[in-house]
């Protein structure tokens, strides 16, 4: 059952740190680009051919990679609960809502359901999703992608994730912004898609916020890397922590390869 307890007065800096690392997380992608990362097994040095790849390299394929399955990705649907909770797994606010993407980045947005503070769902998730709506319609813009302009790429080591065994690179932002972030991000070796991103805001976001981390999770389905799960945290002066979960389900994909259209 979701708890009705309403977010005091103090809390809407809370709801408003929560939505701006909401965005920081749901933006951070390639196209124009859970708690923290596992500690075992522990990263290996770098095998050939990585071992001889320049961070610039690397950059390189990852975008030409991505570019290429965006050319083939038509359009998806999925299921996606948003969860505002505490660490203790108590959830003040949820809503489930069914997600439509079409090619090139035309997003749409049905609620199937809400439950909890109505606060909290307006001020934090429906405005996570309005924003996200408007930047994939032009109306809105944050340039927090990831790539060249925006980061510089530390290669670290080897390490596997799931099925996955990834190259792992230190993501340096170039400048401070509250839609950047600094951390690691695991790259598929065979695919050079993005498995994980793991790190916090570039910028601080509030002085109520004593630290703030993120990680989002993405899965194969098919040839296309999607969004599993984005888990942010922050801890709040006088407060404690406070957590926006979001779950992606129930993907259906069309893509050319599929309809039998021809790739330009």
């Known amino acids: 059952m979701i708890g009705r307890n309403q977010f005091s007065a103090t809390d809407l800096s809370i709801i ?20 923290q990362p596992d500690a075992s097994p522990a990263l ?35 299921v996606r609960t948003y969860q505002v909770t505490n660490t203790q797994g108590k959830v003040y606010a949820q809503e489930v809502v069914r997600v439509e993407y079409r090619a090139p980045e035309h997003k749409t947005f049905t609620i199937d359901s809400e439950e909890g503070s109505r606060m909290v ?19 809105a813009h944050r340039d927090s992608s990831i790539k060249p302009a925006n980061y510089d790429f530390k290669l670290l080591g080897e390490q596997d ?25 695991w790259i598929d070796a065979k695919d050079y898609a993005i498995v994980r991103i793991a790190g916090q805001p570039a910028q601080r976001l509030s002085f109520w916020i004593t630290r ?11 040839d296309f890397w999607l969004p599993q799960r984005d888990e942010t945290l922050v801890h709040i002066r006088l407060n ?25």
């Open 16 to 35: 408003r740190t929560i939505l701006a690392l909401g965005m920081l997380v749901t933006g951070a992608n390639i196209t124009s680009a859970a708690n």
């Open 44 to 78: 290996s040095p770098l095998q050939a051919p990585a071992r001889f790849l320049t961070s610039d390299e690397l950059f390189q394929k990852l975008l030409e990679h991505n570019h290429m399955r965006d050319l083939r990705l038509e359009h998806y649907s999925a």
């Open 121 to 139: 769902r307006e001020l934090v998730l429906k405005r996570l999703i309005e924003s996200e709506s408007e930047t994939s319609s032009g109306s």
């Open 161 to 185: 994730v799931g099925s996955s065994h990834c190259l792992v690179v230190e993501a340096v932002p170039k400048r401070k912004d509250k839609y950047l972030f600094e951390g690691r991000i």
């Open 212 to 222: 703030a981390d993120f990680v989002r999770q993405y899965q194969k389905i098919g």
């Open 240 to 264: 404690g922590n406070k957590a926006l979960i979001i779950d992606h389900c129930d993907y259906t994909i069309d893509s050319l390869a599929e309809t039998g259209t021809q790739q330009p």
